[in-house]
């Protein structure tokens, strides 16, 4: 993508840095560790304890990626596909740039002063409703991989964590 060569996971973004000299990718790694870490996503079991019963079993994923202006980014996704989750809403609006193009026309037209704001992590905000585990990975540091993890927040990838994060949201903001 933009000419740089995009890793397929986390060995791959490690040896694509190395190869490089630099450290673009384990950065990016960190930074969504990080966010993932403060909002407190996991729960963390002791090794060798196994998941309590009713939970249901989704892997993790990360997905990299190249922005136009070459920073590497890069995503921790579960699979919510091999979740049950047809008890819960999944609906989460998106708006076009189109739209967002039109109201700076006719803000413009009105004299009106535009603001913008972004919400980083933004799903991380709101707890899941589906009762889910994953097993951790290299991701997550070589002390963690194959323990269990309770997914406590919603990630992208679980049919209720857009609609989960724009009922927080709501809230927070009224």
Known sequence: MFGLEVPCNVRVALELDRRNGNHRWA?????????????????????????????????LRMIFTVKQDFRCKVRLVIGGHVIDS???????????????????????????????????????NAETKEKSYTKCGVELGPEMVNRIAIVQKGLIGIKSSGNRWHSHFAKTIL
């Not at 407190?40 to 998941?51: D, T």
């Open 86 to 124: 047809s008890e819960h809403s999944g609906y989460s609006s998106v708006v076009k740039m189109t739209s967002v193009r039109l109201l700076n026309v006719v803000a413009k037209a009105q004299g009106l002063e535009c603001l913008a704001g972004d919400v980083g992590n933004a799903y991380l």
């Open 27 to 59: 950065e990016a790694i960190n930074k969504v560790m990080k966010g993932l870490q403060d909002h407190k996503s996991f729960f963390f079991l002791n090794p060798g304890e196994a998941a309590p019963t009713g939970y249901q079993f989704a892997p």
